[in-house]
């Protein structure tokens, strides 16, 4: 891979990056509101809250991603792509679930906070593992 593509912010990581932190800030908003509507205001359990509204989020997520985060797609057939996806999100998905029972559960913090904790981590997460097993353009290609 050459070095330009990762540090152009026109073409390279840092332009996608940066795009995908607003889409995440997009998809956070509505996972967050979501939780709260289901927690707090119709007394679903917060597991299981936090897993609909993360769902929410992520369906979001991979539509705006697919549309003008990432340029390159790894596999060019959308329901394999879809699969894979989905994939992706329910190991991410798992990982968010458990620190959301760790964080509330047993530490007993709000559950609006250890969302927030929950969300630091998955943002990462998601971001690797879609860059590079989805979205990573072969070496010489630009994307």
Request: glycine content about 6%; overall charge positive; charged content about 20%.
């Given at each position: 891979m050459k070095l330009h593509y990762l540090q152009d912010p026109q073409t390279g990581v840092v332009r996608e990056a940066r795009r995908y932190l607003a889409v995440g800030a997009m998809c956070t908003l509505l996972d967050m509101a979501l939780l709260y509507l289901l927690f707090a205001?119709?007394?679903?359990?917060?597991v299981?809250?936090?897993?609909?509204?993360?769902?929410?989020?992520?369906t979001l997520n991979y539509l705006l991603c697919t549309?003008?985060?990432?340029?390159?797609?790894?596999?060019?057939?959308?329901?394999?792509e879809f699969a894979a996806y989905l994939l992706i999100t329910g190991v991410v998905l798992i990982v968010n679930s458990g620190l959301i029972w760790i964080l509330t559960g047993l530490l007993g913090m709000y559950l609006m906070v250890s969302k927030l904790f929950a969300v630091a981590v998955t943002v990462v997460l998601n971001f690797s593992l879609r860059k590079f097993l989805l979205h990573l353009a072969p070496q010489g290609d630009c994307g």
């Open positions: 205001r119709s007394g679903v359990n917060y299981l809250a936090s897993a609909l509204s993360f769902c929410a989020g992520a549309a003008w985060v990432f340029r390159y797609r790894r596999l060019q057939r959308r329901p394999l």
